[in-house]
Each structure stands twice: as structure tokens, then as C-alpha cells.
């Protein structure tokens, strides 16, 4: 399976790459041979493999529910670019 | 043509927890802007997520409600987007093994007719921050407080087929939750939530038409509003000869209409993986037998049981047990009064309409439950009759003190002494000759005035039915 230079623009937009157009030529290949690799091991057999969704053989740790942090609110605050009212301020999101 | 509308809810309600999902930031609502976001919620380099408990038990609990079945493993993984309020990028969900499995719950139509609604299932995931656009000179302001609540998001199947239904179906919900104390549930104040997807197919049609999805809809009025004002927009399209096209959409409350998201963006391309930074959640028949020995008695078995305990009627019994704490004050009214259909009159009819009309939760209620039980009990031995119950009912609103010391105090007991009801009864006749001679005549509805003017002239203490006996006694 091959990529084209359009579906490379899509993934870097979605992510919030930038990628120049000289750029985009060399991620396109790179990506195309990852592919390549996936579809070599799409033709192995695995029908009687459980699906592994962490490559740990460990199972997750639960937490009991408690507020344990204090919220260092003043530094959280002046790590902003901008805050006002308590709110972190950013470029308006809608248009 | 005649139509049929499809309808399938998204609903999602947040955990009643202390701390956050992944976090132990608390989760108090209302709180100051961003006083409530730690670290892990501002997405700070380095940060890990560790998962509540109660949060998965609240989970698995809804799951044993809805009879589903509860995942031996279950998998969160990452949904990746961009927006300012989630400041990691993606939103930790869980998209392949979600929690809860396939369930089901009963509703009960108009005509009284039970309706089974499939619940596909319930995953967990962290809610986003709140943006506010106004008042920032063209900049957005951001408060991650919510951000990392834990949110339950329950999938219904396209099995509701009006507005109607699906608002139905999403009190019945409603309760449930409200029964098994997992969340507030309050809409209006988005700790539930609820998105609508709604198609329209010819009548006997098995092809799903193309459907829409209705958000920010933020009460259970408006759920059938928007449903409604969606199914005739999407019917006015197709007559014209149009097409629907698959589209998010906002509803509008101030203009009862529904419109196209405006989003520059509104490509659903997730890219979905699995969440590196936590591992499979194995939940074992231990952690779930002990969380179904917490289970409380759910609305439809009270209402069954209500019934017949209690003798109510189809109307009674689930009015009763819509909400949780009716149910219990009901019952408790109900058992130390003695009389479960003056019990159920009273609680559905009188302290109904005193809670509504102040606004207020059942718990806030001036009256409480072994109050109302001495009224109703003082109603059964003949002190006070059912007229001046309601005067009594009223005083007992604003005075704490103990029922009898109001009877007393305001000398409401009733008359039930022969003697005092005779001399009243001589006053009756003597004062109404012409009615005397009617009945006497054979005008035997004549009486019901009489016993009507003997009642008034007592200021409503009489016994009625003493008053009535007495009269025909001296009229013979």
C-alpha cells in the first residue's frame, strides 16, 4: 500500500505538522516502507492470538478515589503565556 | 408518505467522585476558574494517568443495572483532536473493549404498553475544559476544571422511533442512575448530557435512512423538541426531492431549530490507538460480585413491589418511584400511617405540588416523612377530617412543632362529640324550614345541602358522616 503526497498533507494537518513540500517526499517513502512492513505482517497467521493492547504483561493499578494534590494554582497561573479572571487565554478558537 | 423516525442516544453523565478520572484533582462543581486542574489536567511534560476505582466501580454498577455484560478486560485508548480545553490533544476514551457491554433497560409508553431499548454500550472517559469565547478581545478563555471528570457515555441502539419515546427512555435512565447514586445527573447544569442521533425511513423501510446528530441539548424538554423540529426538517427535505446529508448539528433553544455546526474542521479522524500510558483494566467476578451486593432495589422492582405491598395502582406505583428518595419517604409514610392509599394521595397530590412549587428536592421538604404520617394517621382515628387535613398540611409548612400540638393549637380537631353535633344540627333545621319540607317531600338530594350548611357552620370540623347520620336521624 502506497501513500500519496495529499494523504501525507492530511496526516501532518491533523497532527499540527508542518511539513514543506521537499519535505513531504521523504516522509511520503518513509511512511510507504512502514506500510510495506504492516502489510508483510498482516500475512501471518494469528487466529489464535489474543490481541495485545500493551506490550507489558502487567495489569493497571486502580487509585483510590482521594484529592491527595495541592493545585500550585499562582505557578500554574504564571506558566501561561496569558490569564485573565483565572482563565489561561489562547488565539480565539471559533469563528 | 408516511414516515418512521429512528432514534439512538448518546448520553453522558459525570461520575460522582471526589477526584478525577485519571488525577486527584477534586471535581467540585462551580468552583473559581482552573482551581481544580492539576498537572495531569494541564497536560504538563511527563505527567501519568492512574485510574480511579470508585470511577470504573460507578461503571461496572450501571453495567449490573442494565443487566449488561462487564468486559473481563477492558482497553482505553487515545482519540486524538485538537482543541484549546484539551490540552493533552487527545481525550483518554475507550473505543474497541469498552467497560460495559450489551444491555437493556424497560421503558413504558403512553398507552402503558413496555417497550425493551438495547443499550449497546457504556465506555468511560475524561470530560474536556470549558472554553468561553466573550469578552477576551479576540481571545478565548479556558478553564480545565472540568477537564479530567470522569464521564460514563451510554450508546443506546437505534431502537426509539419518536421524541417522545427517547425522552422517556432518558428519564428512565435518569432514575436508574439517580437510584444507584453514580452521578447527579442534572442537566442543566451538563453533569448529564445528551446528543441525539435521529433518521427518517418510508414506513416499513428496514434500511436505516442517513442520520443526523443534534448536540448541546440540555434539558428533557428540549430532547423532544429538537427530535421533533429535526424529523419535520429532515421530512420537508426528502419531500422536496433533497437529500440528507450526514452532519453534526446544534439545537438552538432560543429559536427551537437545529443548524449545521459551523467548524472549519469537522473531520472525524480520530486516529484511535491504544493508550500507552495505561495498562488492560482486568476486572475479575470478585470486584463485580461485590459491587452487585451494593446494588439497590432499581425503580421497576420498587414499582412492582409497591403494587402489591401497597395496593397502588399502575399510576401510583411509578410516580412513587421515579426518584429514589419519593420512593423512601412514600414508603416510610405508608408504613406509620397505616394507610398506604391516603399515604400515596397525599405524597403524589399535596407534598408533589408544595416541592414544585418552591423548587425544591424531596430531602429540602419542610414536612418530613414521620410528620406527614401523623397528619394522615390523625385523619384515620377521626381527629381532624380530610378538609382540615389540608389546613393543617399548611400551617405544618411554616411550624416545625408536632402535628397534635398544631391540631390543638389552632383548635382544628373535630367534632365528634353526639351532643355538640346534635345542638348544630337543631340550628341546621330550624334555620332551614323550606329544605326540611323538600326532604321530608322525598327530595332526597336536599340532604347533601343540609349536612353541607351544618359542616360550614362548624368552620369544617364536624364529622361529616356523623353530621349526615344525625340529621337523618331527626328528619325521620
Redesign the interface.
Known sequence: MALDKSEVEKIAHLARLHISRTEAEGVMSRITDILALIDQMQTVNTDDIEPLAHPLDALQRLRADEVTEVIHYDDLQSLAPEARDGLYLVPKVIE | MEWETVIGLEVHVQLS???KLF????TQFGA????????YD?A?PGVLP???????KHAVKFGLAINASISNTS?FDRK?Y???DLPKGYQISQLD?PTVGKGSLTITLEDGEEKIIGVTRAHMEEDAGK???ED?H???????NRAGTPLLEIVSEPDLRSAREAVTYLKKLHSIIRYLDISDAIMAQGSMRCDANVSIRPMGETELGTRTEIKNINSFRFVEKAINYEVQRQQDIIQDGGRIVQETRLYDAHRDETRTM???EV?N?Y?YF?E?D?????IDQAFVNSIRATLPELPDAKKTRFAKEFGLNDYDASVLTNNRDMADYFECVAKSSGDAKLAANWVAGELQALLKKNNWEIKESPIQADRLATLIARIKDNTISGKIAKTVFEAMIKDSSNVDDIIEAKGLKQITDIGEIAKLVNEIIANNPEQVEQFREGKEQVLSYLVGQAMKLSRGKANPAQVNQILREKLK
Open positions: 467522585t471526589e477526584s488525577s486527584s484533582a477534586p473559581e476558574p482552573n482551581t481544580q486542574a492539576n498537572i494541564l504538563l492512574v485510574l480511579n476505582r470508585d470511577a470504573l482497553i486524538n485538537f482543541y484549546p473493549f472554553s468561553l469565547h477576551f479576540g481571545m478565548s478563555g479556558i478553564d480545565l459551523r467548524s472549519k473531520a479522524d486516529r491504544p500507552p495505561l495498562l488492560p483494566i482486568v
